[in-house]
């Protein structure tokens, strides 16, 4: 996808900032462009360029592999029809003479391109034998895949094995970023992520993004190795006021062409309900109504089913609720959701064998300590629905990892403690809805992936403003140990600059102009996200983010 200058301006932040900004910006690196900012730790190749979310292990090793001549891409029958589409697109944008063939019989001279999992390629598992790889390690991990260079059968080759289909898909997004002036760098990478759940939930208040801004945001998802997109904005009333109410004409087209979308860049399309406001968790009619509206999405391909359940009344409204679940103290309220989740989970979610476990929010969904809703769910509540949590508060500085572990006791059990992933509210600007928070990703414990499952984030509703910090977090989220938010910024803005002369310093003069909450000393109260919690004013925040000069290091990532 490429925007020039004025759009892109527009889009992130008005026709006032167009002046700022000159020349093209292309929103996502062009097939075989270099799209990171530095060497490769520790090999210091001149030919090996940074990948991002930066890897687990990546070497300069084997040999360089020239795309300008006849280039074979060798895939199997069943391989992963994104990935070979992704592959192709990146090789022919080096060389016009790309052949693509399901048996090795069919090379023609010139450098040779494996791609597919070994059990879906066995040509893959030969040639990694041939380079001498042990990829079972890597390969044992999903959404793993192993990329590297040598010589395979007397011809300069690249082997792109995956664990599984989403692992091949990402070793053709590093694939891109290896590539300089028609030549494949000499690189071994052995990666995979660290946290399963990466990506968005659009889940703010005020105009959500448009059709195409979402379409656009798959692409950029794919592209850097996130997977999630939990379909939330709070103005679709089939997600909330209607929510029994179906899809029907242009609305279900477009959502039909949100779900293929996200599926072709391995993005998983998660819909989430929102009943909360209306519901009576007792009456088989709203059960019904439910089912009825899950069965209709599944239809049209939705495999991930979300229960929202936040920003509602904390208490009961209908009779029979409140005859049905009588406890006091917010337990007949966690007592009558448990009651309905646990009823969705058996009569929806485990009778198609082809959809994800059930995920929902909470009506408290902050803080670790223990309170009698909390506690009331996390026993009743059946234990393989998955939860999402904000926090210690619902806009806040940091998330640590021992917060993060004793909410899962909170919202479980202490023999069982309950799987969480989290809702972070960062970049999201409903709540001042004036400024941008474009600096980077800061304040979230390097092994934040040891106590939770991933991290959407929730971002801005400016959507094209969101994708530096969107960067951040695929880096952080699929290797929190080696993110450094400086230089995943630094990254980010210049794989959305280009390559005109002067974008890139335009765009990081841009981002240094318009801060975050997060450098703020002094955090506002606990409260809904939309009231304004602090006015951020650049010039009373100390040491603020210049993209252009050192910081000091994040304690989280020390």
């Excluded at 199997?76 to 048996?103: C, F, I, M, P």
Aim: a neutral charge; hydrophobic letters at 40%.
């Amino acid at each position: 996808m490429k925007l020039n200058t004025s759009t892109f301006i527009r889009r992130i932040a008005g026709a006032g900032a167009a002046a700022l900004v000159a020349g093209s910006l292309i929103l996502t690196a062009a097939p075989g462009s270099v799209a990171a900012t530095r060497p490769l730790e520790g090999n210091g190749h001149p030919l090996t360029p940074a990948i991002y979310p930066v890897p687990q292990s990546a070497v300069t090793q084997g040999r360089e592999v020239p795309l300008s001549g006849i280039v074979t891409l060798v895939v199997g029958a069943t391989t992963d029809q994104a990935a070979v589409k992704g592959a192709t697109a990146v090789l022919r944008a080096q060389s016009h003479n790309v052949e693509v063939v399901t048996s090795t019989q069919d090379i023609r001279n010139g450098s040779v391109i494996y791609l597919g999992t070994p059990s879906d390629n066995p040509n893959v598992r030969d040639a990694l034998g041939e380079l001498g790889v042990d990829a079972a390690p890597t390969l044992a991990h999903a959404e793993g895949y192993v990329l590297a260079t040598g010589t395979v059968q007397g011809r300069n080759a690249a082997v792109l094995a995956g664990a599984d289909g989403n692992g091949s898909f990402y070793a053709v997004q590093t694939l891109r970023q290896v590539i300089s002036r028609k030549t494949i760098a000499p690189v071994r990478v052995l990666d995979w992520p660290l946290m399963s759940v990466r990506g968005t939930v659009e889940g703010f208040y005020g105009t959500p993004w448009s059709h195409q801004a979402r379409l656009d945001q798959f692409a950029f998802h794919g592209r850097q190795k996130m997977n999630t997109y939990i379909y939330s904005p709070k103005d679709d009333p089939l997600l909330r006021a209607q929510w029994r109410g179906l899809y029907s004409g242009d609305e279900q087209r477009q959502l039909k062409e949100l779900i293929d979308a996200a599926a072709a860049n391995h993005v998983k399309f998660t819909y989430a309900l929102s009943p909360g406001n209306d519901i009576c968790y007792s009456n088989k009619a709203d059960l019904d109504s439910t089912v009825a509206k899950f069965d209709s999405l599944h239809a049209l391909g939705v495999r991930d089913f979300y229960i929202a359940l936040d920003d509602i009344a904390p208490y009961l409204q209908c009779a029979g609720d409140l005859a049905m679940f009588p406890k006091t103290n917010f337990r007949g309220l966690a007592d009558a959701q448990a009651y309905y989740l646990n009823a969705v989970n058996a009569q929806f979610i485990k009778k198609h064998a082809d959809v994800g476990a059930l995920q929902m929010v909470p009506t408290n969904y902050a803080g670790s300590a223990a309170d009698p809703y909390k506690g009331e769910l996390g026993v009743e509540m059946d234990k393989d629905i998955l939860l999402q949590w904000t926090g210690e508060q619902v806009v806040l500085h940091r998330i640590t990892t021992a917060s993060t572990k004793a909410a899962q006791v909170t919202y479980g059990t202490a023999a069982d403690p309950r799987g969480l992933f989290i809702w972070d509210n960062y970049p999201v600007n409903d709540f001042a809805q004036n400024k941008l928070f474009l600096a980077p990703l800061i304040g979230r414990d390097a092994d934040l992936y040891t106590a939770t499952t991933g991290i959407t984030a929730n971002p801005m509703i400016e959507s094209y403003a969101s994708l530096p910090t969107l960067f951040n977090f695929a880096d952080f989220t699929w290797n929190g140990p080696a993110y450094q938010p400086r230089q995943s910024m630094d990254a980010a803005l210049k794989l959305l600059a280009g390559t005109r002369k002067g974008s890139l310093e335009s765009l990081t003069a841009f981002a240094d102009l318009n801060q975050n909450w997060q450098n703020d000393p002094r955090p506002g109260p606990v409260g809904r996200r939309r009231r304004v919690l602090v006015p951020v004013r650049r010039r009373e925040v100390p040491g603020a983010f210049d993209a252009r000069r050192p910081r000091q290091a994040d304690p989280g990532h020390a």
